[in-house]
C-alpha cells in the first residue's frame, strides 16, 4: 500500500468539498483497500464517508423505499421495512459475500465500484431505481456503463438510491463457487409498467433480458422463462464458467427468480 | 535441519528453530524454501535480524503444490471378476525445480500402493517425473497415496459398471482376507493387519447402500441425478523404518525421539520431536503419560517446535506422528518404569524383580505395600534414603525407529444428488469406516477424518490451479479463484471405525491424518460417475457436471 492523507468529514458538502482529484471516498473499504493493498490503485487522500449521519439508513414513504449509500449490506438484509416492501431486496443484500463483508459493504460501494459479478446492479436496473448524487439523479440504467464504469463524475457523491416497490420482485443467483459473487444473477420484477429482467455477472456490466421480459409479461410463470435463450456473444468467460454456460444459466436463473417472486 | 546440515550456511548447534502455532500444514511446511536459506544467508551476510513474511499471494506462488499426475492404467480380471493384473503408466508433474519430497511421492509413496486392498497376482508401474514451468509439485495430505487410491478405485468401479456387477460386490471379491497377514504385495510392501470385508461392510450400513434405489427414484422425481460410490483405500504411513527408506535412497533416518521428565512434584514434560500445528499431539501425547503412568491429564506438559529445548525430529507428516513419535513416548517411559522400579525395590527394601507396575502404582508382587509414582519422583530427586548405584533425577529419552510402515485402511462412500439444471453435487451422505489401529482420543481421530474428507472433496470438486495457457501466469492466484472448501459446501459425516490392532509398533496405532484425504477423491468422483452414467476428470466443478448431464 502507498501512504496517504486520511479525512473523516461529518457532513455531505465537506466531503464532496474535500476530494479531490487524485483523491477518492472511502465506504465500507471491501473493494477498494484490497486495491490499495495489492497497489493496484494509488490516492493521494481517502475521504472516509463514515462519519456522514444523512448517508446511512432506511426510509420507506408511500411507493418508493430509499436506502441511504452508506447503508451496509446486513442493515439492508435485516431492515424489516426491505423485508416487507421489497423482500427480494433484503434476500439480495444477505447474500452478499459473507458476515464480515456483509458488515462493512456498503450499496453506495457496491454501485459505484460496478464490479461485473456484483448483486445490486440487479436490483437497481430491475426495480427501475434512481440514483441521487450531491447533483443530480439519474436513473439505473444510465448509471451503470460498463464494466467497473459508471456515470459518476469525477468527486461525485452518491448520497441514497430509491427503489419503486414492485407488485412482485425476485432473485436468483449462482454464486461463483470461490469468490461467492454472482457468476450469474438475475433479478426480476414486476413493475407497474411491465416485468424487467436484469442479468449480473454473465457481461461485462448489468443488461436487461428483452426476450424474457416479453414472455413474463404475458405469462409471469418460471416456465415462461425456461426455454429462452440468450446470445452468449459478448458474455464473460473466464476460468470458472465459459459464456455458453453463463448464458445457459442466465434461463435457470430467472426462472428461479420468478419462482421466488414474492 | 537439511539447511544447515548440507547447505553449511550456520553450523547446525548455532541454529534455532522456534515454531509456535503455525495455523496447519497438511505437508506445505515440510520442505525447505529458497526464501528461509536466502533469509539465513542474507542475516549472517549483513550481521542483523531479518524477518520475512510471505503474504497469500507469494504463498499462492510459491508454496508447493500438491499432485499432478496423468494416468494410464489398465486392469485384467478373469470371468468371475477376479483380478489377474494391474498394469499403470504415470507421468508426474514435478513443477520448475525440485522439491524436497518431489521425485519420492509418485514413486515410493505412490506406486508401492498400487496393490490397494486387494490380491493382486501382478503389478507393473511405470512413473516419468517431468520438469515445467509450474510451481514445484511436493507433498500434500496424503502425498502419492491419494494418488494411487484414486487410480485403483476408479479402476474398480469402472470394472464392475463394464462387468455389470455392484462395484462393493467386485471389491469384496478382491479383498485380501482377514486372515493373511501379514500380506506380502508385488510392490513392495508388507501389509500389517486389516479386516477390509468388515470396514466395508460397515460403511454400507452406515449409509444404508440397500436403501439407495429408492432414494435414487425418488430424487428422480425431483429432476435429480442421485449417485453412490465407494473408495476403499489404503495407506503406508508410519513413516518409516530408516534401513528401509535407505535403500530407497533416502539421506535421512526416520526415526522420532522424545524425552519424559518427571519434575520433583510429580507433574512431568515431555519433550517430542513430533512437532504439533493443530493435530492436538499436546493432549494424545499426555494421555499417552496419563494412561500409562497414572499422571493426571493435567499435571502433564507437552513440549515441541523449539529445536533448543526438544530433541531432534523428523517431522510432522506422513500420518506418523502417534505411530513413530508416540512410540519413543512409550519407550522413554518404559525406562521411567524400569528407573522407577528400581527406587520403590529399594524404599519398600524389595526385590526390584517383585515389583509390578499399574498406572503409576508400584506394588510387591503378593502383598499390600504400594508406592505411587509421584512418591518415587520425589525420592529420586531428594534421594535422602536411595540405591546408592542409582542416578537421581528420573527423566529419560528414547529413540525409536518403526519396524515396518503401518497401513491404515477403510472404505468411505459418498452419496450425492445432481441438479442438472446447473451442475451442482450436492454431497447428500458420507460414511467413513476406517480402521486405524488403536485409538487413544477418538475425538481428535474423528476430527482428523472430518478435515481429510474436507479437503478430499475440495480436491475432487473444488479446487485446481490454473495457469494461463499462453502467459503461464498463475490464474488460481488468490481465494477469488481458488476455492477451498467451506463448512456449507460439506455434508455431515458418519465416522465409525473398525480396528485391527498394528502389531509394529507398541501403541498397536496406524494413523489416521490422511486417511479422509485418500480416500474421498475417489469415492466422490464414482458417485458422480454413478450419477451421470458416464466419467470426468477432477475437479468436477459445475460447469462441467453440466456439460456431462446434459449428453447423459
Ligand atoms: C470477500 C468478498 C466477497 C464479496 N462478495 C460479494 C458478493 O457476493 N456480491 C457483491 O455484490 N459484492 C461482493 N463483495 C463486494 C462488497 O459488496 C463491497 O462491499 C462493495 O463492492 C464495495 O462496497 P464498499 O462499501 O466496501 O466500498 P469501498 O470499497 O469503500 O469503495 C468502493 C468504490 O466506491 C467508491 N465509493 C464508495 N462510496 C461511494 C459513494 N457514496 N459515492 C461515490 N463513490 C463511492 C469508492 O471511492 C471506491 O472507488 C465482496 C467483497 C469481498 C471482500
Known amino acids: 500500500m502507498y501512504s496517504f492523507e486520511y479525512e473523516r468529514p461529518k457532513g455531505i458538502s465537506e466531503a464532496v468539498g474535500a476530494v479531490g482529484e487524485d483523491d477518492k471516498f472511502l465506504a465500507g473499504g471491501q473493494s477498494f483497500l484490497p486495491t490499495l493493498k495489492l497497489r493496484l490503485a494509488q490516492v493521494d487522500k481517502l475521504v472516509d464517508l463514515g462519519s456522514i449521519a444523512e448517508l446511512k439508513g432506511i426510509t420507506v414513504s408511500g411507493n418508493e423505499v430509499s436506502i441511504g449509500a452508506m447503508t451496509t449490506h446486513a442493515t439492508v438484509a435485516s431492515s424489516a421495512d426491505v423485508k416487507s416492501s421489497i423482500p427480494a431486496l433484503a434476500h439480495l443484500a444477505a447474500h452478499i459475500g459473507d458476515a464480515q463483508v456483509r458488515n462493512r459493504g456498503t450499496i453506495g460501494g457496491s454501485i459505484a465500484n460496478n464490479d461485473p459479478a456484483a448483486d445490486y446492479p440487479s436490483a437497481l436496473v430491475a426495480l427501475g431505481a434512481t440514483v441521487h448524487t450531491n447533483n443530480r439523479t439519474i436513473a439505473a440504467e444510465d448509471f451503470f456503463v460498463d464494466l467497473f464504469e459508471t456515470a459518476l463524475e469525477e468527486g461525485e457523491l452518491i448520497t441514497k438510491v430509491t427503489f419503486p416497490i414492485a407488485e412482485k420482485a425476485g432473485y436468483a443467483k449462482f454464486p461463483n463457487p470461490a469468490s461467492r459473487f454472482a457468476l450469474v444473477g438475475v433479478f426480476v420484477a414486476k413493475t407497474a409498467s411491465g416485468v424487467r429482467v436484469a442479468v449480473t455477472g454473465a457481461g461485462p456490466s448489468v443488461f436487461r433480458q428483452g426476450d424474457m421480459e416479453a414472455a413474463l409479461d404475458s405469462n409471469f410463470s418460471p416456465d415462461a422463462v425456461k426455454g429462452i435463450k440468450t446470445d452468449a456473444s459478448g458474455l464473460n468467460s473466464d476460468i470458472h464458467a465459459s459464456a455458453e454456460y453463463r448464458a445457459h444459466l442466465i434461463s435457470v436463473m430467472a426462472s428461479r427468480a420468478v419462482a421466488a417472486a414474492s | ?552
Open chain 2, 1 to 552: 535441519m537439511i539447511l544447515s546440515a548440507f547447505v553449511a550456511i550456520a553450523p547446525e548447534h548455532k541454529l534455532r528453530v522456534i515454531a509456535p502455532d503455525v495455523g496447519g500444514g497438511f505437508g506445505s511446511k515440510i520442505f525447505v524454501y529458497a526464501e528461509e536459506t536466502t533469509t539465513i544467508w542474507a542475516a549472517k551476510r549483513v550481521g542483523r535480524p531479518i524477518k520475512w513474511t510471505a503474504d497469500r499471494s507469494e504463498a499462492f506462488l510459491t508454496d508447493a503444490h500438491g499432485r499432478d499426475h496423468a494416468t494410464h492404467a489398465e486392469m485384467a480380471f478373469d470371468a468371475d471378476g477376479h483380478i489377474l493384473g494391474f498394469r499403470v503408466s504415470t507421468k508426474a508433474n514435478m513443477g520448475a525445480y525440485l522439491s524436497t519430497f518431489a521425485s519420492a511421492v509418485p514413486t515410493y509413496l505412490y506406486a508401492t500402493l498400487l496393490n490397494g486392498q486387494y490380491k493382486m497376482p501382478c503389478i507393473y508401474a511405470e512413473v516419468m517425473a517431468g520438469f515445467t514451468n509450474t510451481t514445484p509439485v511436493d507433498a500434500y495430505r496424503g502425498a502419492g497415496r491419494p494418488e494411487a487410491t484414486y487410480v485403483v478405485e476408479r479402476m474398480m468401479e469402472r470394472a464392475a459398471r463394464d462387468m455389470n456387477m455392484d462395484p462393493t460386490e467386485l471389491r469384496m471379491k478382491n479383498f485380501i482376507s482377514p486372515d493373511a497377514y501379514p500380506y506380502e504385495t508385488p510392490v513392495i510392501m508388507t501389509y500389517d493387519s486389516g479386516d477390509y470385508p468388515l470396514t466395508m461392510n460397515t460403511a454400507k450400513k452406515m449409509i444404508d447402500y440397500d436403501g439407495f434405489q429408492a432414494r435414487k427414484a425418488e430424487s428422480a422425481s425431483r429432476g435429480k441425478l442421485r449417485g453412490i460410490g465407494s473408495a476403499a483405500y489404503i495407506e503406508a504411513c508410519g513413516i518409516a523404518p530408516s534401513a528401509a527408506v535407505g535403500s530407497l535412497g533416502a539421506g535421512v533416518g526416520l526415526w522420532e525421539s522424545a524425552e519424559v521428565r518427571f519434575n520433583p512434584t510429580g507433574s512431568v514434560t515431555v519433550f517430542t520431536g513430533s512437532h504439533s500445528h493443530g493435530q492436538g499431539h499436546e493432549t494424545t501425547f499426555a494421555q499417552l503419560i496419563a494412561d500409562k503412568l497414572g499422571v493426571p491429564f493435567d499435571q502433564v506438559e507437552v513440549v515441541h517446535g523449539d529445536t533448543t529445548k526438544v530433541p531432534f525430529g523428523m517431522g510432522t507428516y506422513g500420518s506418523r506422528s502417534l505411530a513413530v513419535g508416540g512410540s519413543a513416548i512409550v519407550k522413554a517411559a518404559d525406562k521411567i518404569v524400569e528407573k522407577a522400579k528400581k527406587i520403590a525395590a529399594h524404599l519398600m527394601e524389595a526385590s526390584a524383580d517383585d515389583i509390578e507396575h499399574s498406572h503409576g502404582v508400584f506394588s510387591i508382587a503378593g502383598t499390600d505395600k504400594q508406592m505411587t509414582i509421584g512418591e518415587i519422583a520425589f525420592a529420586a530427586y531428594v534421594p535422602h534414603n536411595y540405591p546408592e548405584d542409582l542416578e537421581p533425577g528420573l527423566a529419560e529419552n528414547a529413540f525409536y525407529d518403526p519396524l515396518n510402515f503401518t497401513f491404515p485402511a477403510g472404505t468411505h462412500i459418498a452419496e450425492v444428488e445432481i441438479d442438472p439444471d446447473t451442475g451442482i453435487v450436492d454431497i447428500v451422505d458420507w460414511a467413513a469406516a476406517d480402521d486405524f489401529g488403536n485409538i487413544i482420543n477418538p475425538m481428535i481421530v474423528e476430527g482428523q477424518v472430518h478435515g481429510g474428507v474436507a479437503q478430499g472433496i475440495g480436491q475432487a470438486l473444488l479446487e485446481g490451479v490454473v495457469y494461463d495457457d499462453t502467459s503461464g501466469q498463475l490464474l488460481t492466484g488468490s481465494y477469488m479463484d481458488y476455492c477451498m472448501p467451506r463448512a456449507d459446501d460439506l455434508p455431515s459425516f458418519k465416522v465409525e471405525a473398525t480396528n485391527t490392532p498394528c502389531p509394529s509398533n507398541p501403541l498397536g496405532v496406524k494413523g489416521c491424518g490422511e486417511a479422509g484425504a485418500i480416500a474421498a477423491p475417489a469415492a466422490l468422483m464414482n458417485a458422480i460417475t454413478d450419477a451421470l452414467g458416464k466419467e470426468i476428470d477432477m475437479p468436477a466443478t459445475p460447469e462441467k457436471v453440466w456439460q456431462a448431464a446434459q449428453s447423459a
